[in-house]
């Protein structure tokens, strides 16, 4: 018998390999549509805006457009002293065309963001360049402000020279590439974004760390407590999600101000004076103290998810095996609750390195996080190439923190409910 007589045949006469074949490529194109709504959401709510993100924070062409003469001169330039007659006359050149055009205000702007004190030269030149005649520019641009003389403005300029750069990304951390190529740090009285970072870590860290110590307790006692109680006290877990975050910030900062409750507690009980009442707001402690009451949650559900599935009989066990109450909690109940405490703490962590509004309301100078940088580049100074790369420096940051996790404990370990 031959091989075209042993196929299964379906009813329509069509083999039934090729068969299942069709039905296998119409049912994934059937669960392709059916995510294809989810998809195109994922693409337009989180890949366009990262991805535009990474275009603006490398995107240098604006500078470049505005002064094309200029930079094609200043590719002899050395960068050492002084440019030339050349460089100082298509500067000009270009300069005037933007006044005629007036569109000079955004050069003053981008030029500012990389060195401080170019918008008032740029705007005493435009008022001064009517009155210059021709030739000679060199001698008349550095007669209208002495910075023009100054060689670290003309280098200020030529780094804005490539349409693309990474320049954004060196400064967030408080560097820049000299004239000679090389990658230097800023002046000491302006290295103010490691200090920015290194403060954001650190308050994440121990405000997770609080959620920690104060929500394994509560987590254990919801546990183990009756259903009616623990349905109880599960409210008042829930009731800050019900509470605007805004209000719930405001009324830590009327609790923690000299003259709030916390402190008239304080002197009520003689712990301190009333002269010599502790500042709280404005400062780290009140950033500590809101972000922590406002997280806690977040720390609290994924422990309580995990221990309501440990059985209580094996403390039990363990004590009647003759290990004490500790021994027994830390050798049997604590290694069980790992994939919630985990979660709760990647969790916990990577929302308070992101966090910006309490910090702004209740953290003062010496509160202020890296969201709150990112936020004013946005909204006041408009340096939007440079609020990208700080996000988008942030955002590996917190990628890097998932993948360590990831190595050192998997998230496959990670228990959310």
């Known amino acids: ?71 094609k001169a200043m590719e002899k330039w050395d960068g050492k002293d002084l440019p030339d007659e050349e460089v100082f006359k298509a500067f000009y050149l270009d300069y005037k065309k933007l006044v005629e055009e007036k569109t000079f205000g955004k050069l003053a702007t981008q030029l500012n963001y990389e060195k401080n004190g170019f918008k008032s ?35 200020a300029l030529k780094r804005r020279a490539p349409a693309y750069s990474y320049s ?4 967030g951390v408080d560097m820049y590439e000299n004239e000679d190529g090389k990658i230097v740090q800023v002046p000491e009285d302006r290295r103010v974004h490691k200090i920015l970072w290194v403060r954001t870590v650190e308050v994440a860290f121990f405000v997770t760390v609080l959620c920690f110590l104060m929500a394994y307790p509560i987590a254990h006692l919801l546990a183990t407590l009756p259903m009616k109680y623990s349905n109880l006290l599960m409210i008042c877990v829930l009731l800050p999600f019900w509470t605007s975050l805004l209000v719930r910030t405001a009324s830590w900062m009327i609790l923690l101000q000299q003259q709030g409750i916390v402190n008239d ?16 707001m404005y400062n780290k402690t009140g950033t500590y103290v809101a972000m922590t009451q406002i997280l806690l949650p977040f720390m609290v559900l994924p422990l309580y998810s995990v221990m309501k599935t440990i059985s209580p009989s094996l403390m039990r066990a363990g004590k009647s095996l003759g290990g004490t109450p500790f021994v027994a909690f830390w050798k049997v109940y604590f290694p069980l609750t790992i994939p919630g405490i985990g979660a709760g703490c990647l969790l916990v962590f990577i929302l308070a390195i992101g966090y910006y509004i309490t910090p702004a309301l209740v953290g003062g100078a010496s509160g202020t996080l890296i969201s ?18 700080m996000g988008l420096m942030l955002l590996t940051g917190v990628l890097a923190i998932y993948w360590v996790y990831n190595k050192l404990v998997g998230v496959d370990n990670i228990k959310l409910g």
Not at 22 to 27: L, Q, Y
Not at 168 to 171: D, V
């Open 1 to 71: 018998m031959s091989s075209e007589t042993k196929k299964i045949l379906t009813t329509d006469g069509i083999p039934l390999e090729e068969s299942l074949k069709k039905a296998e490529k119409k049912n994934k194109l059937k669960a392709f549509l059916l995510v294809c709504p989810l998809l195109l959401f994922l693409i337009i709510t989180y890949v366009f805006p990262i991805g535009d993100m990474l275009f603006r924070s490398i995107d240098d062409r604006m500078v470049t457009d505005m002064l094309p003469k200029t930079y």
């Open 121 to 155: 030269i740029l705007k005493k030149l435009k008022r001064k360049m009517k009155k210059f005649e021709e030739g000679n520019y060199k001698e008349q641009i550095m007669g209208v402000h002495k910075r023009w003389a100054n060689v670290e403005y003309w280098r």
């Open 168 to 171: 954004k990304y060196l400064k």
């Open 265 to 280: 507690f304080f002197v009520w009980i003689g712990l301190v004076s009333d002269e010599n009442r502790p500042e709280m």
């Open 372 to 389: 709150n940088q990112i936020a004013f580049h946005m909204k006041s100074t408009l340096d939007w190439s440079f609020a990208s790369a």
